[in-house]
């Protein structure tokens, strides 16, 4: 199952509302995951399940979808969100990653 | 607290073997399927390879089948990583992940990763 995420780099300000798009190439019903990585540090589980929050993730961080679109959305980004985030399938093997979206300071 | 420790990484020659170690604690390994992931220098994240929570089931990437071989040691609490006929290509921070159940799933912990460069 091939995943790709859009745009590949996000431009944004401090405040702003935020939204990644992840599309696979077939149905995955409800079997995404989304992941935070900031450089040089592992990447965090921020959603699975498409739309379920992981303990201690802020709020401002939801996910939405199913079957072969989905989206993540930051309803008002933060400085510490600046980060690359991944989107996963794991509704069947080979798991497969998005290729990832960069969100930076305009 | 889960905690992954990632071992064995280091610099080998193309066509020459590793070994990698991912030691766990803070939960039951048995009872969850772990991974592994790379991630070459600036790309992004590749998963390599699977392994259930009796061992009993593993899955590869294609880029890898033939040459690598994850098993663990439930006794140990450790996952493993047999790279042989290594290539330029998997030059990259390899990371074990704890999956969410024992069949699979999204990865709910990580360890910071072994570097491998294969590079004569």
């Known amino acids: ?106 | 607290e889960v905690q992954l420790l990632e071992s064995g990484g280091g610099l080998v020659q193309p066509g020459g073997s590793l070994r990698l170690s991912c030691a766990a604690s803070g939960f039951t390994f048995s009872s969850h399927a772990m991974t592994w992931v790379r991630q070459a220098p600036g790309k992004g994240l590749e998963w390599v390879s699977s392994i259930s929570g009796s061992g009993g089931n593993t899955y590869y990437a294609d880029s890898v089948k033939g040459r690598f071989t994850i098993s663990r040691d439930n006794s140990k609490n450790t996952l493993y990583l047999q790279m042989n006929s290594l290539r330029a290509e998997d030059t990259a921070v390899y990371s074990c992940a704890k999956a969410w159940v024992e069949s699979g799933g999204y990865f709910d912990n990580w360890g910071q990763g072994t570097l491998v460069t294969v590079s004569s």
Not at chain 1, 44 to 65: C, M, T
Request: hydrophobic share 30%; net charge neutral; glycine share 8%.
């Open chain 1, 1 to 106: 199952i091939q995943m790709t995420q859009s745009p590949s780099t996000l431009s944004a300000s401090v405040g702003d509302r935020v939204t990644i798009t992840c599309r696979a190439s077939q149905s995955i019903s409800e079997w995404l995951a989304w992941y935070q990585q900031k450089p040089g540090k592992a990447p965090n589980l921020l959603i699975y399940k498409a739309s379920s929050l992981e303990s201690g993730v802020p709020s401002r961080f939801s996910g939405s979808g199913s079957g072969t679109e989905f989206t993540l959305t930051i309803s008002s980004l933060q400085p510490d969100d600046f980060a690359t985030y991944y989107c996963q399938q794991f509704n069947s093997y080979p798991v497969s990653f998005g290729p990832g979206t960069k969100v930076d300071l305009k």
